[in-house]
């Protein structure tokens, strides 16, 4: 019999709210399950995400495995990680890379979706835009001052982290510190999350 969490990803993957903005059409990619440790909450999905509807199936999806230190078969498992990014669908390019996530997304689907992930532990707020919803006041006056607040945030269950595109090169070079400090502590609990026994769990109804 299908879960509530069943029916709702069918409901996510045929939304049409925002097609009109869309300019490849709509097309929501994401990925999870009841039993998911790990939430990676991150902006939208690029072009390449949207041609081939797997997440982070592009140059930010190797950087990011790197990140966490496990490879595709652990990463595309959505018994152990999901992937709710703050837009379902490619919103689109812009000036200086892709246009914002579209707000309809977060506001209409994770207020219903995020509850049903009971078992997550840590859940990884990717880029501006997953740190203004997840953190909301809470978060630094920048991107880099919250990333470097990282400590803070941990014991909420959220890390923030930049974005793994290409593109941020620079802000990892100006940013050691990530690489020394974050990095380690990131792979060290990701490694202990998805290897833990699953905690026994009473019978739930609807399933």
């Known amino acids: 019999m299908p879960t509530t969490l069943d029916a709702l990803l069918r409901d996510i993957r045929a939304c ?3 097609e009109r903005h869309l300019p490849l ?3 929501p990619v994401l990925q999870a399950s009841a039993s998911a440790r790990l939430l990676i909450a991150s902006q939208a999905p690029g072009r390449r995400v949207h041609e081939t509807g797997i997440p982070f199936n592009d140059p930010s999806g190797d950087r990011l495995r790197a990140w966490l230190g496990i490879d595709r078969d652990a990463f595309y498992d959505a ?8 837009g379902f669908c490619y919103p689109g390019k812009g000036k200086s890379g892709d246009l914002p996530p579209r707000p309809e ?3 209409t689907w994770h207020p219903r979706l995020l509850p049903l992930l009971t078992e997550v532990r840590l859940t990884l707020a990717i880029g501006q835009y997953a740190h203004a919803y997840l953190l909301g006041a809470r ?11 990282w400590r803070d945030f941990t014991g909420d269950g959220i890390l923030p982290l930049p ?6 090169q620079v802000w990892l070079r100006r940013n050691p510190w990530f690489e020394g400090e974050v990095l380690p502590w990131l792979r060290a609990r990701v ?3 998805l290897h833990e026994p699953a905690a026994p769990r009473a019978a739930q109804s609807g399933t």
Do not use: D
């Open 163 to 168: 974005h793994p595109s290409p593109r941020n």
């Open 191 to 193: 490694a202990e999350m």
């Open 139 to 149: 978060r630094r006056a920048s991107l880099t001052e919250t990333v470097r607040a």
């Open 105 to 107: 997304c977060a506001a």
């Open 79 to 86: 018994g152990r990680v999901a992937i709710v990014p703050m």
């Open 16 to 18: 049409r709210i925002c």
């Open 25 to 27: 059409g709509p097309r």
